[in-house]
């Protein structure tokens, strides 16, 4: 089962059902290039009725979402977390968007990833690329998450690289001059805050770990549920792990993972998430387990 990204297209998974739900997508309150606004406004053009954003460590941009969505909405946020010294994420949903213990959190570590980008920023400046953090938080919303797309974008406004992938592969990659490693929650201590907020955790991506992690042992973390529908996930991939969900019984959910409308990209909205009937057994099981179900359908 191996898995397969974006330099094979025609071996990902396109589901010949039309979608209705996209649960996974990011805005400008984390690392998307568009607004909460801007985003509903999509979903609707894409014929997609029920959604989530899963910004990185926010749910900043929720309520401008939530007004401006003609949809459903459900609360959804995206954790780093750590496992076993390997970086995993969390897709939260159904969640109390008030809960004090996860809001605590979510800006603890909003704290925590702002002082890794001020040091990434110190170490461009020594390669001869002075960045502020100005530049950097300028266009960002209140609760803004901020991560390495941001430094990418400030890179290319300077003129010290042309595109994403060169910020990246010169500069603030993993194991780059100017990388510093993000910050992580501990995995059981991530399932225990979403589950006190009254939220259920869905392992996302999870094909992007299979180099790391056997198959098996991701199976069995103590996940409430997998994300099946991914871009980087392969159609064998996506059928062996939903016939996994399927016949114990788990939720599973997808999503386009969208971040922006560049070329060459497969993390489009109306391509990647649920049909109508699987989206009814995943808000079945929302209802079931959540302090914040989607009660009726539109």
């Known amino acids: ?77 995206e954790l780093s977390v750590d496992y076993r010294k390997t970086g995993l994420h969390l897709l939260a949903y159904g969640f109390d968007p008030r809960h004090k213990g996860l809001n605590a959190s979510l800006e603890h570590f909003q704290q925590i990833r702002f002082e890794r980008i001020r040091k990434m920023c110190e170490r461009l400046g020594e ?13 960002g919303d209140t609760g803004t998450t901020l991560g390495r797309p941001h430094i990418a974008r400030a890179l290319i406004s300077a003129g010290y690289v042309r595109s994403f992938n060169m910020a990246f592969l010169k500069y603030i990659g993993d194991g780059k001059p100017a990388y510093i490693p993000k910050p992580r929650l501990p995995f059981e201590e991530a399932i225990q805050t979403i589950h006190d907020a009254g939220g259920i955790c869905i392992l996302a991506h999870p094909g992007l770990y299979h180099a790391e992690i056997p198959f098996a042992e991701l199976m069995k973390l103590p996940v409430d549920g997998f994300e099946v529908y991914h871009p980087n996930h392969s159609k064998t991939f996506t059928r062996v792990l939903k016939d996994h969900c399927n016949k114990h019984r788990i939720p599973y959910s997808g ?25 009814g057994h995943f808000k079945e099981y929302l209802n079931a387990h959540c302090a914040r179900p989607v009660r009726d359908d539109r």
């Open 1 to 77: 089962m191996k898995n397969t990204g974006e330099n094979s297209r025609e071996m990902l998974f396109e589901s010949a059902s039309p979608i209705v739900a996209d649960l996974h997508i990011h805005s400008t309150a984390s690392d998307g290039e568009y607004s909460p606004s801007d985003i509903a406004s999509m979903l609707s053009h894409n014929g997609i009725a029920f959604a989530a954003l899963a910004d990185h460590d926010s749910i900043g941009g929720f309520g401008e979402f939530e007004t401006a969505f003609s949809g459903k909405v459900l609360t959804g946020v």
């Open 127 to 139: 390669l001869g690329m002075p960045i502020r953090l100005e530049d950097i938080t300028k266009n």
């Open 255 to 279: 999503g386009s993972d969208f971040h922006d409308l560049r070329k060459n990209k497969f993390n489009v909205i109306g391509k990647w998430g649920l049909s109508a009937e699987e989206w």
